[in-house]
């Protein structure tokens, strides 16, 4: 399985992008899926999460929001309302639970977002 994340790019405050994040194989067997970014110096952060319900830093709430299609086994960020703090690398994430409480995610490439002031 691959993931290959696109749509990111400049953009002025208030703007607004959607990434996407390209599937290889059917999306609906994985148990989550989730947006995550890192801005440089900082650790990697959970921006948002669908799977046994949908969650949203309180950072981004209100402006982002995360979709999954599975009919072209796609994972979506909309992002609203960009503000310069939202400049980062943004990843995307499958999550499957396998025996237990072993956990198997796989990453896909960030594609940068930056938001000018």
């Known amino acids: 399985v691959q993931l290959q994340a696109s749509g990111g790019g400049l953009v002025q405050t208030g703007g607004s992008l959607r990434l996407s994040c390209a599937v290889s194989?059917?999306?609906?067997?994985?148990?989550?899926l989730a947006w995550f970014r890192q801005a440089s110096g900082k650790p990697r952060e959970l921006v948002a999460s669908?799977?046994?319900?949908?969650n949203y830093a309180d950072s981004v709430k209100g402006r982002y929001t995360i979709s999954a299609d599975n009919a072209d086994n796609t994972l979506y960020l909309q992002m609203n309302d960009l503000k310069p703090e939202d400049t980062a690398v943004y990843y995307c994430r499958t999550e499957r639970h396998l025996k237990g409480w072993q956990r198997e995610y796989l990453w896909g490439q960030g594609p940068l977002v930056t938001v000018s002031s």
């Open positions: 194989g059917s999306i609906s067997r994985f148990d989550g």
């Open positions: 669908v799977g046994g319900g949908t």
